[in-house]
């Protein structure tokens, strides 16, 4: 192994280590003992234990421990609920020299690879949490059983920006197949880092058997004893060396295409790493893996996508400005005005959340039945997949109902409008609440671009008034923009964060500012590309100009998505702001009125082409750009609003944009958000004068 113990200290002193120590277990049916290895960092839960250089010492040393015992087997497991999560990412954001990162990849392997070579049968128990390097560990022991309450079982790397470098190439599609290796490795990572199900991951042949949690270590020894008495003997299947791993590669090139259009090295390598798998030699994939991974850790985009990592598992669950949480009120009840899609979701989600009755409220009878029954049928398809009770659906089926009479919101704590998107009606629709509630009720509202100081300005009380953005859909985007408005006071914002924690939603404070942070700047880059396009620049060049980003869509789709009407209206609201950077595309305007949703229509092999009446109605000019041309305009407009933004105190720091714009936008984890992507590409420097962000963060530290 590389590292001793006082070079692994140096190489990462603020590591909170997790100790391996070995102990001898005597197990009915052997005549040796079993040495067990357990893996603890000294926390609960919360702390998984991970590896960093101490820790693949304290490991290293226990194997030694067991081999020196001479046992009938060595089993590896961790402490409660946690088996291992992988490399310590906050050690990996500080390294600064290649040799370091090198021996960080190479020692990895140096330790796990003691279990697969090991004469002495090894066993992995994986007793819970076990992502990354963790299911490296296991994947490296001859055999694996895994406790049935285990919540978290992945791949995340690609997600990340990495690929699995300790092994994890190599092993699984040697284990379960080239095509279900891809589905977990890429395809899952790529997803959003979906994780397995314990089901999913014994069905795939990466566990051997599944125990209850109760008396798992006792059931997983006893398993284990039959295993080394040849009692039992795992199934291993065939693996397909040929054409199946030819598609399966194949099938990866695409998603890998698809999803990141290349900008993402460590999908790139992934793919590579998998095929050569197929030779099945460690010597040579563990050397690649090596050299793949000692590369990437001295690479940008890897610190991009741990830059993204900590926004959303620190940043987010502790939101920049967000008052004292004491001073939130209770929400014992919830009222929504508003019965239509965006309204019934809503419903939806603080019923099945909060548990509290919801009332529906509209301009008519049908159109209030229509919200209810929106959320009644919602809940029986959870019923139909098991994912609530008989008694739990007929529950969350009698919290919500609906009415015409607004004093059935005179006992609710929230009331939330989302009703349509004009100043004058939701005013009205405030003004309107406010006989009704309750003086320490709060009022928000669900708009997507509208001033929340004007819609509060002509109430007796403004600072009960908040602004509470959701995403569409709503039960899938993890985003809230919280928006305090001039008058708002602490304890409806303290409120706000607290019902957005309940809600499972992360929480960003907005200055109440035009369309906030996501629609503004997705209506800025909007906006620059359909320029072009009213310049002259071909549909299909200006909107694969931003391919090279990997974004998840394309600025046309995204329109699509958003819907058009709806694009056109928050430009229009921008524009009325700030009139020298927003424009309004005439070309738009006609496209809305023709009742058009989206400039391309598909064939049934899923090519795209220009609808023949969108191209007819579409008046463009004779100045068309390139596509580097529309790439660099939108990008210089987008670097240039965010700079204003950052001025104008929008947001506290250029951070919570990144944090918007990924769980707002679906912005790739391996780009950072935006700001580092415009700080790599040189955009900052060349349209603001400075970067965004400091030298090391989101980038390699200089050494």
């Given at each position: 192994?590389?590292f001793?113990a006082e070079q692994?200290?140096?190489?990462?002193?603020d590591?909170?280590?997790?100790?391996?120590?070995?102990?001898l277990?005597?197990?009915?049916?052997?005549?040796?003992?079993?040495?067990?290895?357990?893996?603890?960092?000294?926390?609960?839960?919360?702390?998984?234990?991970?590896?960093?250089?101490?820790?693949?010492?304290?490991?290293?040393a226990?194997i030694?421990?067991?081999?020196?015992?001479?046992?009938?087997a060595?089993?590896?497991?961790?402490k409660?609920?946690?088996?291992?999560?992988?490399?310590?990412?906050?050690?990996?954001?500080?390294?600064?020299?290649?040799?370091?990162?090198?021996?960080?990849?190479q020692?990895?392997?140096?330790?796990?690879?003691?279990?697969?070579?090991?004469?002495?049968p090894?066993?992995?128990?994986?007793?819970?949490?076990?992502?990354?390097?963790?299911?490296?560990?296991?994947?490296?022991?001859?055999?694996?059983?895994?406790s049935?309450?285990?919540?978290?079982?992945?791949?995340?790397?690609v997600?990340?920006?990495?690929?699995?470098?300790?092994?994890?190439?190599?092993?699984l599609?040697?284990?379960i197949?080239?095509?279900?290796?891809?589905?977990?490795?890429?395809?899952?990572?790529?997803?959003?880092?979906?994780?397995?199900?314990?089901?999913?991951?014994?069905?795939?042949g990466?566990?051997?058997?599944?125990?209850?949690?109760?008396?798992?270590?006792?059931?997983?020894?006893?398993w284990?004893?039959?295993?080394?008495?040849?009692?039992?003997?795992?199934?291993?299947?065939?693996?397909?060396?040929?054409?199946?791993?030819d598609?399966?590669?194949?099938?990866a090139?695409?998603?890998?295409?698809?999803?990141?259009?290349?900008?993402?090295?460590?999908?790139?390598?992934?793919?590579?790493?998998?095929?050569?798998?197929?030779?099945?030699?460690?010597?040579?994939?563990?050397?690649?893996?090596?050299?793949g991974?000692?590369?990437?850790?001295?690479?940008?985009?890897?610190?991009?996508?741990?830059?993204?990592?900590?926004?959303?598992?620190?940043?987010a669950?502790?939101?920049?400005?967000?008052?004292?949480?004491?001073?939130a009120?209770?929400?014992?009840?919830?009222?929504i005005?508003?019965?239509?899609?965006?309204?019934?979701?809503?419903?939806?989600?603080f019923?099945?959340?909060l548990?509290?009755?919801?009332?529906?409220?509209?301009v008519?009878?049908?159109?209030?039945?229509?919200?209810?029954?929106y959320?009644?049928?919602?809940?029986?398809?959870?019923?139909?997949?098991?994912?609530?009770s008989?008694d739990?659906?007929?529950?969350?089926?009698?919290?919500?109902?609906?009415?015409l009479?607004?004093?059935?919101?005179?006992?609710?704590?929230f009331?939330?409008?989302?009703?349509?998107?004009?100043?004058?009606?939701?005013?009205?629709?405030?003004?309107d609440?406010?006989?009704?509630?309750?003086?320490e009720?709060?009022?928000?509202?669900?708009?997507s671009?509208?001033?929340?100081?004007?819609?509060?300005?002509?109430?007796?009380?403004p600072?009960?008034?908040?602004?509470?953005?959701?995403?569409?859909?709503?039960?899938?985007?993890?985003?809230?923009?919280?928006v305090?408005?001039?008058?708002?006071?602490?304890?409806?914002?303290?409120?706000?964060?607290?019902?957005?924690?309940?809600?499972?939603?992360?929480?960003?404070?907005?200055k109440?500012?035009?369309?906030?942070?996501?629609?503004?700047?997705?209506?800025?880059?909007?906006?620059?590309?359909?320029?072009?396009?009213?310049?002259?620049?071909?549909?299909?060049?200006?909107?694969?100009a931003?391919?090279?980003?990997?974004?998840?869509m394309?600025?046309?789709?995204?329109?699509?998505?958003?819907?058009?009407?709806?694009?056109?209206?928050?430009?229009?609201?921008?524009?009325?702001?700030?009139?020298?950077?927003?424009?309004?595309?005439?070309?738009?305007?006609?496209?809305?009125?023709?009742?058009?949703?989206?400039?391309?229509?598909?064939?049934?092999?899923?090519?795209?082409?220009?609808?023949?009446?969108?191209?007819?109605?579409?008046?463009?000019?004779?100045?068309?750009?390139?596509?580097?041309?529309?790439?660099?305009?939108?990008?210089?407009?987008?670097?240039?609003e965010?700079?204003?933004?950052l001025?104008?105190?929008?947001?506290a720091e250029?951070?919570?944009?990144?944090?918007?714009?990924?769980?707002?936008?679906?912005?790739?984890?391996?780009?950072?958000?935006i700001?580092?992507?415009?700080?790599?590409?040189?955009?900052?420097?060349?349209?603001?004068?400075?970067?965004?962000?400091?030298?090391?963060?989101?980038?390699?530290?200089?050494?």
């Amino acid at each position: 192994m590389t590292f001793t113990a006082e070079q692994a200290k140096a190489a990462f002193p603020d590591e909170v280590v997790t100790n391996a120590v070995t102990r001898l277990v005597k197990v009915p049916g052997l005549d040796k003992p079993v040495a067990l290895i357990t893996l603890d960092n000294g926390h609960d839960h919360t702390r998984p234990n991970t590896f960093g250089p101490q820790g693949l010492v304290s490991l290293n040393a226990a194997i030694d421990a067991a081999f020196a015992a001479e046992p009938a087997a060595i089993a590896v497991t961790g402490k409660p609920f946690i088996f291992a999560v992988g490399a310590d990412l906050s050690g990996v954001e500080a390294v600064a020299d290649p040799a370091l990162a090198r021996e960080i990849a190479q020692t990895g392997h140096d330790v796990f690879r003691r279990l697969t070579e090991s004469e002495i049968p090894t066993f992995g128990f994986v007793n819970g949490a076990v992502m990354g390097g963790g299911l490296e560990l296991a994947l490296s022991c001859h055999y694996r059983t895994l406790s049935e309450n285990t919540a978290a079982i992945a791949f995340p790397e690609v997600f990340l920006g990495l690929f699995p470098g300790w092994g994890g190439t190599q092993l699984l599609p040697n284990l379960i197949g080239p095509d279900a290796a891809v589905t977990v490795i890429i395809e899952n990572a790529l997803a959003q880092n979906k994780m397995l199900k314990v089901a999913q991951a014994a069905e795939l042949g990466i566990v051997d058997e599944v125990f209850g949690s109760a008396d798992y270590l006792e059931q997983s020894l006893l398993w284990l004893a039959k295993v080394v008495n040849g009692e039992i003997t795992p199934a291993r299947r065939e693996i397909d060396r040929g054409a199946g791993w030819d598609a399966a590669i194949a099938r990866a090139k695409s998603i890998v295409d698809g999803r990141t259009k290349g900008a993402s090295p460590g999908a790139t390598k992934a793919v590579e790493l998998l095929a050569l798998a197929r030779e099945n030699d460690l010597d040579r994939g563990y050397a690649a893996e090596t050299d793949g991974l000692a590369e990437l850790l001295m690479d940008d985009t890897l610190r991009a996508g741990l830059y993204s990592f900590n926004l959303v598992n620190k940043r987010a669950k502790r939101p920049a400005g967000a008052p004292d949480k004491s001073l939130a009120r209770k929400v014992n009840k919830v009222g929504i005005v508003g019965a239509g899609l965006m309204a019934s979701q809503m419903a939806l989600l603080f019923v099945r959340r909060l548990k509290v009755p919801v009332v529906l409220t509209d301009v008519d009878q049908e159109r209030v039945d229509k919200g209810v029954s929106y959320v009644h049928g919602e809940i029986d398809k959870l019923l139909a997949k098991k994912r609530v009770s008989p008694d739990g659906a007929n529950r969350l089926k009698a919290l919500v109902t609906g009415s015409l009479d607004k004093s059935a919101f005179a006992d609710a704590d929230f009331v939330i409008e989302a009703v349509f998107e004009e100043l004058g009606v939701k005013q009205k629709v405030f003004a309107d609440l406010e006989q009704y509630v309750s003086p320490e009720a709060i009022l928000a509202t669900n708009t997507s671009s509208l001033s929340i100081t004007a819609m509060a300005s002509q109430l007796k009380h403004p600072e009960r008034v908040v602004g509470f953005h959701f995403f569409n859909p709503v039960a899938v985007m993890p985003l809230l923009e919280i928006v305090r408005a001039e008058k708002t006071d602490d304890a409806a914002l303290a409120t706000a964060f607290a019902l957005g924690k309940q809600l499972k939603k992360s929480s960003v404070l907005v200055k109440d500012a035009s369309a906030f942070v996501v629609n503004r700047l997705l209506l800025r880059f909007l906006g620059e590309v359909l320029v072009t396009v009213d310049e002259g620049t071909p549909f299909d060049v200006a909107d694969k100009a931003l391919e090279p980003l990997g974004l998840p869509m394309t600025p046309l789709t995204l329109m699509q998505l958003v819907g058009p009407a709806i694009a056109l209206h928050v430009g229009e609201t921008l524009h009325g702001a700030f009139p020298d950077r927003f424009t309004v595309s005439e070309n738009l305007d006609r496209f809305v009125k023709a009742g058009k949703k989206g400039v391309w229509q598909w064939d049934a092999h899923g090519n795209a082409t220009v609808d023949p009446e969108v191209a007819e109605l579409w008046q463009q000019g004779d100045s068309p750009s390139t596509s580097e041309q529309v790439r660099d305009r939108a990008l210089a407009a987008i670097a240039e609003e965010i700079r204003i933004m950052l001025d104008e105190g929008v947001v506290a720091e250029a951070q919570d944009i990144d944090l918007c714009l990924i769980l707002g936008a679906g912005w790739p984890f391996w780009l950072g958000g935006i700001t580092p992507y415009l700080d790599r590409a040189g955009v900052s420097e060349k349209v603001n004068g400075k970067p965004f962000l400091a030298p090391g963060v989101a980038s390699v530290p200089l050494s």
